[in-house]
């Protein structure tokens, strides 16, 4: 009889975890939907651009009319020479006392601001072919949007959710300003500037190609960035209203409606003019600003990424279907911009210039969601 007595109460004791476990199954539901507030701060600072052009080192090219100013700009102002007394001059200074001189001037220039062609005569132009634009970079901005989740409950502890929302319009910041490093050597065919030049004049020049830390934005892009997380979640349905959590998975970011600031794409579109007018063996044209023979095209792309992203928030029940949710999300999200300029007349890339964005976004949520 005792021995019936303890079995009896091992049935009990077995068919009350049955139901307990069976309530407690019951009592998380499988899925929830959220809406909010989604700020998004990128912590990511802006990388060099790395710029490649069509003049390649050691092209040679005429230079033809060219203002006083840009060509006394272009000489290497660090370059000397020494006249037949060996007593040595700077290059430069010399050449500016020779072209503005009363008398001079009329053997060198047209009398309307500009050295005559044969003086300027033909230059070997280097530096253009690749260069790295120290200083120089993109940045995101931040930006807010309407945040969306989704999530699939395995079980009271273990979901996989769904961040998503609305695509925001995200500002991109310029860093810097790109120049260009022209070097090289200048050949005159006037007789008075080969005696005091024999071995020619040294170029050397950074020129501006556009300035992008002195515009409010130095272009703007409409954000795609999905994230697929696995998350777990502390305490238990029913029993806590307040629930930490944390998450972990991957977000894919992909952009779009890519515009430039105007003023950058028509400094872009100069550069452009430059680089033709080198090919095309003006070199004068190109460093006084002169529209080329072509018709430039400005094209502005990004690469797509995958990044992972970790998360820890926490839901608060309002009731048995209402929550609230907070959290804070960090992805290791970046991506690279691509710049061409190229000749539309015959389709030839003139510039590439390229630049990672390191965009590590620090993305909080504020929301209220439903269970169903």
Known sequence: MKKMNIHSKSIITIATLITAFSVQAQDFKRFSVSAGWLHVMPQGKANPFNINTGVKNGTEATVGSISIDSFLNSVDPNATFADLGGEVFNTKDSLDELINDEILSTLFTDGEGNILPEVAGSATIDGLE??????????????????????????????????????????IKGKGEILAPLSGLAISSNDIVNILFANGIPLNQAIPITNLGNKSKAASARAWTPALEVQYQF??????????????????????????????????????????????????????????????????????????????????DLNENWYTVASVSYAKLNNKATIDIINESTGVRLINATTKIDIDPLITYLGVGYRF
Request: hydrophobic residues 40%.
């Open 130 to 171: 690749s260069w790295r634009s120290a200083g120089t970079g993109l940045e995101a901005d931040d930006v807010d949007t309407l945040g969306l989740t989704f999530s699939y409950y395995v079980n009271d502890k273990v979901s996989l959710q769904v961040i998503g929302g609305i695509p925001p319009k995200v500002d």
């Open 235 to 316: 305490g238990q349905s029913g029993v806590n209203k307040f629930r930490p959590y944390i998450g972990a998975g991957l977000m894919y970011a992909y952009f779009n409606d890519i515009k430039l600031n105007p003023q950058i794409e028509s400094d872009l579109e100069a550069a452009g003019h430059m680089i033709q007018n080198v090919l095309d063996g003006k070199a004068g044209a190109a460093l006084d600003g002169t529209v080329s023979s072509g018709v430039m095209r400005v094209e502005v792309d990004t690469d797509d990424a995958i990044a992972p992203i970790i998360t820890a928030g926490f839901t608060y």
